[in-house]
């Protein structure tokens, strides 16, 4: 049930201090050195999304979810602005997929996003 977030078609292709952007409908960054990773985050709705909708964001691994990364947020009426966040370490092997998702958890309406933020830093083997 979650949309993957991470959408910049101008990379495509670039290898990003240790991973490799991969574009297109379902852009990725694929991991290119294993070892345990800190990963922040953060997403911006904006008056676009959902009145009195939760929306979920949590990081994946090869599209699949990692709970200790999940956060959620209510927008409670139209026009609401807000943010979300969290961080977390995720484990990651060469050729791992990692990519930012969400899921509206009350109804099919759409989130409404300012801006998305993914950061991973390797912090050891």
């Known amino acids: 049930p979650y949309t993957t977030l991470f959408r910049s078609s101008s990379q495509s292709g670039q290898t990003l201090k ?3 952007y991969v ?4 852009p990725n960054l694929v991991a ?3 070892g345990k990773y800190k990963v922040d985050y953060s997403v911006s709705f904006d008056s676009r999304s959902g009145n009195n ?5 949590i990081v994946a691994i090869n ?3 990692q709970n200790q990364t999940e956060t959620h947020r209510k927008i409670s009426t139209a026009g609401n602005i807000g943010n979300t966040g969290n961080s977390g370490f995720i484990d990651l092997l ?3 997929i990692v990519n930012l998702q969400i899921y509206n958890v009350d109804s099919s309406a759409n989130a409404g996003l300012y ?3 993914l950061n ?4 050891g083997s």
């Open 53 to 57: 909708d939760v929306f979920k964001t």
């Open 32 to 34: 290119q050195i294993a």
């Open 63 to 65: 599209n699949i979810p």
């Open 115 to 117: 801006s998305v933020n």
């Open 94 to 96: 060469v050729g791992d």
């Open 18 to 20: 240790g991973f490799k």
């Open 120 to 123: 991973l830093l390797r912090i």
């Open 23 to 26: 574009g297109g409908s379902q």
